[in-house]
């Protein structure tokens, strides 16, 4: 696997970590011992968390878009 392989998996790993947290406390009781603030201020990091990994495989793959198109203009 290439490097830019194990990246996007590790970035859709992240990705679907961050939606099965907030899922998970959104649709159960684990978190009942917490505070109000405390359960969305967790949520809050879990949804920048996968904002995040989603805008850097958005960057990954517009890269490599772009070394396509520049390696089509030289031939």
């Known amino acids: 696997m290439t490097n830019k ?9 992240v990705l679907v970590f ?3 947290g907030i899922l998970l406390i959104n649709n159960s009781d684990i978190l009942n011992s917490w505070e109000a603030n405390s359960i969305s201020l967790l949520k809050q990091y879990l949804k920048v968390i996968g904002f995040l990994s ?3 495989m958005v960057y990954v793959r517009m890269r490599n878009a ?10």
Do not use: F, P
């Open 18 to 20: 961050s939606v099965g």
């Open 5 to 13: 392989t194990k990246l996007m998996i590790g970035l859709l790993a």
């Open 66 to 75: 772009k070394k396509e198109v520049i390696e089509e203009q030289e031939d």
């Open 54 to 56: 989603i805008m850097a």
